[in-house]
């Protein structure tokens, strides 16, 4: 199962259309958001897709985000914490401006992968059996340009 991984659109909503194309073109349909969509107007635009969206720090709607999303596909989750499987592989994800949550769920052993966001710079790395990604900024062109991360769980 592939899955997509997105993070800081910052209501930056032309790069996050041509995002979710990219991912309906690809057939994904699960999408997780490492936060910082910023407003409920911007995520309408993820409907569609089963959403795991985590809060992040400029999420002003983070609460009515959650809401809408979930009320649209029963399927899809919010929180500041993601925790879960998909497709037997656990994943835990969180928006990365909480001091030291990213490292504390990797460093636990518990995951597979942890997803985060927040600094707005690309990242895969190990931390003993975890795969660690930042999907990097949709919202941004500071650090390498707008992107994304497709992944393969197999």
């Known amino acids: 199962m592939r899955i997509g991984i997105l993070s800081d659109t910052h209501n930056r909503t032309g790069a996050l259309r041509n995002a979710l194309q990219t991912l309906h073109n690809q057939d994904i349909d699960t999408l997780f958001h ?9 995520a309408r635009l993820l409907v569609g897709f089963t959403v795991h969206y985590v809060f992040g720090n400029g ?14 596909n029963p399927e899809s989750s919010g929180g500041l914490v993601f925790t879960g499987q998909i497709d037997g592989v656990r994943i835990a994800a969180t928006h990365g401006h909480i001091a030291g949550k990213v490292i504390a769920l990797a460093a636990s052993g518990e995951y597979d992968y942890v997803f985060h966001g927040h600094t707005h710079v690309q990242k895969d790395e190990t931390l003993g059996r975890t795969r660690i990604i930042n999907p990097g900024a949709l919202g941004s062109n500071r650090y390498g340009g707008r992107c994304l991360c497709i992944l393969d769980l197999k």
């Open 34 to 42: 490492c936060g910082d969509v910023t407003t409920l107007e911007t």
């Open 59 to 72: 999420d002003v709607d983070a609460h009515e985000i959650h809401n809408m999303l979930t009320a649209a």
